[in-house]
């Protein structure tokens, strides 16, 4: 339903604002370029149009006066002989006329009396200019220069203007300054005119047809302060050039000596100001065109020059007789004067040329031209002309006219049938599409024709077709003229009306104001070309003023809102009124009607009351108006359309609402009101080197519009609506029609109404007027059978009346943001704008004055404004409080600063009284009382503000809670969890809810000491508060986060959790998390189809660790880690071992997302340590895990993986080793490659990088490592660690074990020889004896070491000594004796293994020195050291061993042994050299025991 009090309801306004957007959208597309205009009247039989006698003219004659009586006195004292000049120059409101040497200045506009005279000079006075003074030269009094020229000297003279105390006229004393070190000579050159440019540009004509710049400085020691330069000297090239314009010199009296001679004189210069280009025309009627540079400050350049304009345009005239041309043309006709054409009037047509017939000739500087050529476009004002030509030539107006004509009739009453009927144009004066030219035809009294553009046809109501709507059509006005028209000039506003003027429309670009050199009173004319529809409520009444040779007269156009209001105010019948609605459409006469009665129109006088009840009247009687329609009824008054126009009776198959023409001019009214803001930004970058992408960082921001154009420009809104409001309070008009229709549907006075429908922009007319109904409509049918009438009339005018409404409310909304406006400007809105962020800063930059009234993001960019003033007001430095600009926001923008914003800056009051007490107690208590504030008000609440004060003041209570309440108002219905509804929808209330949760997160970040930019609003006076120490900072995140877990809200505590994790403070995490927190790490780490089992399934401890080589992705990671930290804190030993289990098993699910093989040690480690720990604790079912066997299966993996890291640093350090020597180095870690012809391949290397790689994947099973890994590169030491791990017992004879055993010996021996094999098995063996005995084969290992010793002994190729291998073989059973010798016994007995008796002899020295090990054990034993102590003392070589139980027993056994393999000895088939040392070995061994003094012979 639409609000009918007077708060804004936004959709209510938005949709409002689509209709404006159509409307002026509508309005700017339907501005027709005059050479379009032009171009569509050729085919038209009347272009003009005649204005009825019976209305108000349209042209009147205002005042008139007599030329000052001193002018009059020294003209006759002349007799007629002398040189007499005259003209006008608007800019000070001054008529002008010399006299010989002197020059008179008058007011032209009043009758004040005065009439100074200047006289400085002795010559006569040949050419007169006025020009604006550069800045910087002369005195700041002096603002325009008077340029005087006589045969032979240029003078310039200082013009002072000044205006009365009370400011309400600028104009009202002009002095003149003689400067007499700005006068140089002429050298012989009499100029003829001279023009002037806005940038103080000053050219003269000379009657030797050149053109001279008169050039002045300041001026300093020999350099001359003024200087004449001859600027087409020399000119020839046609190459580019521009437009300017000055006001014409006409000469009132010319003597003899100034007639000129053979010489084609310059007779008149003009000045294109838009596209810097000086048009000259000649005594000859040629016309030159002059290029002033891209800026208007270039040298002067000739770009093209005609002479044959006329002959050209009679030739190709064409026989086509055109409207208006009674009689046969004069054998040739004269150029009377140029003038150039504005860019609002044409972007095509430069310049016009009105004819001594009457015709006018436009022509163009451009080769090619066309609204939808490139040069025809808009924005091509920049675009260098290079030549001239005539577009078009329009029609003489019709003669003899009074006070109104008949299409394309001729008046010849008066004249004899020999007289000539064609025109005798004279002088004539053009200017934004208005001409004057004066007549001097044969007739009883010379007349003025007035010819401008009919504003009827403005409106389209006689448009019959597309081209016909198009053409221009114009009325002719006539009045009758004692003398000849000397000179015409334009009233220009005055300076603060045309500042305001060219504040509101300096942006459009269809209003041309590109030169922003010109001065703003010149620039506001401009508008008059667009018509007085559209710029009547803004721009004053257009006057002229001509000069004539019988004085001057000041004449007014009269506007059809003028002539309306006149008809009402005479009381005129009511025929004229209807033809005054049927003339102009009964939109634009609505529009105007309500204008009127609003008083929003600008007049020079007040509207009567009673004019304005007439008017208002006129606006709600339906016999104007009509009513509210189906499109295509029988009974739709005036055959009207819903676009304003007629309808043929043409069958309407779907018929709709068509609003009546109150409607039409309200949207009229509206949009031409809003069209200067409306898609326009609202601020203005000034300064600085930023792009349109980006706000520069030296430029600064401030309002497009002047204080006083939006102060002009709301009062205007304002009264508008103020009208509406009061007509619908008075049940006036519509309003009362509905109202008093009892109970209907979609009434917004008494019914529900139903929601408005938003339509296609392009049929905007739906936007108000359809909505659901109870019953549906038929599709089917026939095409050619009209459907029953939807809606009733009741509910018709309901419609409308709703759709009128909307309107009302955003005019109610617009004058609130004018008002802001308004109220920013005065507070230096450039320094408010300065403490936003970049991006807020750029939103600020690039908003439109439709955005700012009809959308959120304006009305949160209004809300941050009000923000920025209020901090300005109530900050620190203490301009005032809050009240005081309160009441002005709350009066005069009430739907940007509501009541919840007193609210909210109340509590800001409070936090900044808060933030400047020392008073500990009193901050709290203030701190309190914002925050109590504050919660009544949390959805309108700015958090960003507050909540970062309340940080300042250690008050985080407010910090949490405004926050999570804020959240709770903006998603009320919780729809950011609602999975059913659209994820639009859903995803903007999560979006809601994150931003508040946001505020919290960032005091956790201050807190933990991370540096977060400044937000604005925080108290730019510091509170007396002490930094931070790290233990009060602790203190304060655990009150946050308890803050947080107290509340009900579960998504909040996810996001808090979430924020801790991410901000490093699992810590505080783990120790005041809620009770969900658990749950929140499980399903924050869940995979979809695993997941870590419930304390309640402790009792299947090995399942879930069975299970966890799963994939687990990068961001379940910290999560699980967590989760394990967490069951530590709890002492749940076995859940967080499952967990560590899981991270080190787990696959990756990322490119670089994997684990290293170390932490995956680590993950183990820790797992083990868990399961340990649950070993020590109470809990009898988690004993019962471990009994199970979960820690045997955690510590077995572990091994594993130590294996896996082995097999990897192997297979790296073989890859590293066969790069660095790739020619000959076949050896690998150990000992030998797969292929020792590939140690330098380079595939080779590759095979080995990529198996390391893999390894550091993934985990591996150990049958994996030792079938793919071990095995294959030949790692055959951690082959038999792996099957001593496993305890393969595969075979029954250990074959395997044994093989492996002989490739690790033959590897080492390959490698180093005898000792590295022996230095292998001391260090391989160690690991897996005892065990069963197959694990460590010594029989073998000590054949396989004795054979290959002697071998390496008998070759020379390495020595060995006796005690080496005995000494391996000792090591690798950990120093037990007995074993080795009993392996030796069964070697030395078996007689068929050692055939050799080298070999035989060898093992005895080997059996001796086992022997000799034992007895040193013996030794070491009593002597109370060790065997390697003991070996030092007697000084023998044996350095391993173990301590044995010295007893009779061991040392019989010693002996007994001795004593045996002396006689093994003795039995060698060898000579007694060779066995006499081992022989007296075993001797003195067994003598050494049996001796009383054992070993001292050893």
């Known amino acids: 339903m639409v609000a009918w009090e007077n708060e804004v309801v936004m959709r209510d306004v938005t949709n409002a604002g689509l209709v404006v957007s159509d409307r002026i959208g509508r309005e700017i597309a339907g501005h027709v370029d005059l050479e379009e205009a032009l171009e569509a009247s050729r085919y038209s039989s009347h272009p003009y149009t005649s204005h009825p006698r019976e209305w108000p003219p349209l042209v009147e004659v205002v005042d008139t006066w007599e030329l000052p009586p001193v002018l009059i006195e020294r003209y006759n004292s002349a007799g007629g002989e002398g040189t007499a000049l005259c003209g006008i120059f608007p800019e000070i409101r001054r008529a002008w006329a010399s006299v010989d040497n002197s020059l008179f200045l008058w007011r032209f506009d009043k009758c004040d009396g005065q009439c100074p005279e200047y006289s400085g000079e002795e010559q006569a006075i040949c050419a007169v200019g006025l020009t604006k003074a550069k800045p910087g030269i002369f005195v700041e009094a002096i603002q325009y220069l008077l340029v005087l020229a006589t045969p032979v000297e240029l003078i310039l003279v200082g013009v002072c203007c000044s205006g009365r105390s009370d400011e309400t006229d600028p104009y009202a004393e002009v002095s003149l300054q003689p400067l007499p070190e700005y006068t140089i000579s002429s050298d012989g050159v009499t100029m003829t005119c001279i023009t002037c440019t806005d940038r103080g540009h000053i050219f003269l004509a000379g009657r030797d047809g050149h053109i001279y710049e008169l050039q002045y400085t300041t001026g300093s020691g020999w350099q001359k302060r003024c200087r004449k330069v001859c600027l087409t000297a020399g000119l020839g090239s046609v190459i580019s050039s521009y437009h300017l314009l000055s006001p014409p010199r006409f000469r009132w009296v010319v003597p003899n000596v100034f007639k000129f001679g053979a010489m084609d004189a310059i007779v008149e210069m003009v000045v294109d100001s838009e596209r810097h280009v000086l048009y000259a025309r000649t005594e000859e009627m040629k016309i030159q065109v002059f290029s002033l540079g891209p800026n208007g400050d270039g040298p002067l350049k000739k770009v093209a020059e005609e002479r044959n304009l006329i002959t050209q345009r009679e030739s190709n005239y064409g026989g086509r007789q055109q409207a208006g041309s009674g009689a046969p043309r004069p054998t040739k006709s004269s150029i009377v004067c140029i003038s150039p054409i504005s860019t609002l009037e044409s972007k095509w047509l430069h310049l016009v040329a009105v004819l001594s017939d009457g015709r006018r000739m436009y022509l163009s500087t451009a080769p090619s031209g066309g609204n939808n050529s490139a040069v025809g476009g808009l924005g091509t004002n920049n675009r260098r002309p290079n030549c001239l030509k005539v577009v078009t030539t329009r029609p003489s107006p019709p003669i003899g006219v009074s006070g109104g004509i008949a299409f394309g009739a001729l008046s010849v009453v008066g004249r004899s049938q020999s007289d000539d009927l064609s025109l005798k144009i004279e002088s004539a004066y053009y200017s934004s599409g208005t001409a004057v030219l004066s007549d001097s035809s044969p007739s009883a009294v010379s007349s003025l024709l007035i010819v401008n553009r009919d504003p009827s046809t403005q409106s389209g109501s006689l448009g019959t077709g597309a081209r016909g709507s198009r053409a221009l059509r114009e009325s002719v006005s006539s009045l009758p003229v004692e003398g000849r028209m000397l000179f015409v000039a334009d009233v220009l506003p005055l300076p603060d009306a045309a500042t305001i003027v060219q504040s509101l429309y300096s942006e459009l670009e269809l209003c041309g104001f590109h030169n922003s050199w010109e001065a703003c009173e010149k620039t506001a004319t401009k508008l008059w070309a667009r018509g007085d529809l559209s710029t009547q409520h803004i721009l004053p009444r257009r006057k002229i003023v001509i000069f004539s040779t019988m004085g001057m007269m000041e004449v007014v156009f009269n506007r059809p809102i003028d002539i309306l209001r006149r008809l009402l105010e005479s009381n005129s019948p009511r025929s004229l009124l209807e033809d005054f609605v049927n003339r102009f459409g009964g939109g634009e006469a609505a529009a105007m009607c309500l204008m009127l009665a609003a008083r929003v129109m600008n007049t020079e006088t007040f509207i009567s009351n009673v004019v304005a009840d007439k008017a208002a009247e006129a606006f709600e009687d339906p016999r104007f108006v009509g009513i509210p329609q189906l499109e295509g009824s029988g009974a739709l008054s005036n055959n009207r359309t819903a676009a304003g126009g007629f309808s043929m009776g043409r069958v309407v198959q779907e ?123 038929s599709e089917g049918g026939s095409s050619n059978k009209r459907q029953r009438l939807p809606y009733s009339p009741a509910e018709l005018a309901a419609m409308e009346v709703r759709a009128m409404e909307c309107i009302r409310q955003l ?289 299947s401890p090995i399942s879930p660790v069975s299970q966890s080589r799963v994939p687990v992705a990068s961001y379940q990671i910290k999560y699980f880690e967590l989760l394990a930290r967490y069951y530590v804190l709890k002492r749940q030993h076995i859940l967080a071992a499952q967990i560590l289990v899981r991270l080190a098993e787990r696959r990756s699910t990322e490119a670089g997302d994997t684990p290293t093989i170390e932490q995956r040690r680590q993950y183990l480690s820790n797992a083990v340590l868990q399961a340990r720990s649950a070993t020590e604790t109470g809990n009898v079912s988690m004993r019962g895990a471990i009994d199970n066997g979960l820690l045997d299966l955690l510590e077995g993996k572990l091994t594993v993986l130590q294996f896996q890291m082995k097999i990897k640093e192997e297979l790296e350090a073989m890859a590293s080793r066969s790069e660095a020597s790739p020619m000959g180095s076949n050896s690998t870690p150990n000992g030998s490659s797969p292929d020792n012809g590939q140690s330098s391949d380079a595939s080779f290397v590759h095979a080995v990088r990529e198996k390391a790689k893999e390894l550091s994947v993934d985990l591996k099973t150990i049958t994996q490592l030792y079938n793919e890994y071990a095995v294959p590169f030949e790692l055959w030491e951690i082959c038999l660690e792996m099957l001593y791990f496993a305890s393969y017992s595969g075979d029954a004879d250990s074959s395997i074990v044994r093989e492996t055993w002989a490739r690790l010996i033959d590897q080492a021996l390959s490698r180093g020889g005898i000792a590295e094999a022996c230095a292998v098995l001391a260090r391989v063996g160690s690991h897996v004896y005892p065990g069963d005995g197959a694990m460590l084969p010594l029989d073998t290992l000590c054949l396989h070491l004795e054979k290959a010793a002697q071998e390496r002994v008998v070759s020379g190729a390495e020595h060995v000594g006796d005690e080496d291998i005995p000494r391996a073989l000792l090591a690798s059973c950990k120093g037990a004796i007995e074993p080795v010798l009993n392996t030796y016994d069964q070697l030395v007995s078996n007689g068929a293994i050692l055939p050799s008796p080298s070999l035989r002899l060898r093992i005895l020295r080997s059996v001796l020195a086992v022997l000799r090990e034992w007895a040193m054990s013996v030794f070491a034993q009593r002597m109370g050291t060790s065997t390697a102590g003991a070996s030092l003392i007697l000084g023998g070589p044996f350095s391993l061993g173990q301590t044995t139980v010295l007893n009779q027993g061991v040392r019989d056994k010693i002996t007994s042994a001795a004593n045996r393999y002396m006689t093994e000895v003795r039995r060698l088939p060898l000579t007694q050299s060779q066995t006499e040392a081992v022989y007296r070995g075993f001797r003195e061994l067994e003598e050494s025991l049996l001796s009383p003094f054992p070993f001292e012979r050893l």
């Open 655 to 777: 018929a709709e609402p068509v609003f009546s023409m109150a409607h039409e001019g309200l949207c009229l009214c509206s949009s031409r009101l809003l069209l200067p803001l409306w898609e326009l930004p609202v601020f203005i970058i000034k300064g600085g080197s930023g792009s349109s992408d980006a706000i520069s960082e030296d430029g600064v921001i401030t309002c497009r519009l002047s204080v006083g154009a939006m102060r002009i420009l709301e009062d205007k809104i304002r009264s508008l609506e103020k009208f509406l409001r009061s007509r619908k309070n008075l049940r006036r008009g519509l309003y009362g029609r509905v109202a008093g229709l009892g109970d209907i549907t979609g009434s917004i006075l008494i019914g529900t109404g139903s929601d408005l429908v938003s339509g296609d922009r392009s049929t905007v007319r739906n936007l108000f007027g359809s909505y659901p109904r109870n019953g549906d409509s």
């Open 811 to 1099: 005019l109610l909304r617009c004058g609130e943001a004018l008002f802001l406006l308004q109220l920013l400007s005065q507070h230096l809105v450039t320094r408010l704008i300065q403490s936003f962020d970049a991006n807020t800063r750029q939103a600020v930059a690039q908003l439109t004055f439709h955005q700012l009234v009809c959308s959120e993001e304006g009305d949160r960019l209004g809300t941050r404004l009000i923000s920025a003033l209020m901090e300005y007001y109530t900050g620190p430095d203490g301009r005032g409080t809050v009240d005081d600009i309160s009441n002005r926001l709350r009066d005069g923008c009430p739907s940007y600063y509501k009541e919840s914003d007193y609210k909210f800056y109340v509590a800001v009051e409070y936090l900044e009284r808060a933030a400047v007490t020392s008073d500990s107690e009193e901050r709290e208590n203030l701190a309190r009382e914002a925050f109590n504030n504050l919660s009544k008000i949390p959805e309108s609440a700015d958090l960003q503000t507050v909540c970062k004060r309340f940080e300042d003041l250690r008050f985080y209570e407010a910090v949490v809670r405004l926050p999570l309440q804020k959240a709770e108002a903006a998603d009320p219905a919780g729809d950011a969890f609602n999975e059913q509804i659209d994820a639009g929808t859903r995803e903007h209330a999560l979006s809601r809810r994150m931003q508040c949760y946001e505020i919290i997160t960032n005091a956790l970040r201050t807190l933990k000491g991370e540096t977060l930019r400044k937000e604005f609003g925080s108290p730019i006076r510091p509170v007396s508060q002490s930094v931070l120490d790290q233990s009060s900072r602790k203190k304060h995140i655990c009150q946050i986060i308890q803050l947080g877990v107290q509340s009900s809200y579960r998504f909040f505590h996810e996001y808090l959790y979430r924020a801790l994790i991410d901000l490093g403070l699992d810590d505080e995490l783990l120790e005041y998390g809620g009770p969900d927190l658990v749950q929140f790490l499980q399903d924050a780490g869940r995979d979809p189809s695993h997941e870590v089992r419930a304390v309640s399934s402790i009792g």
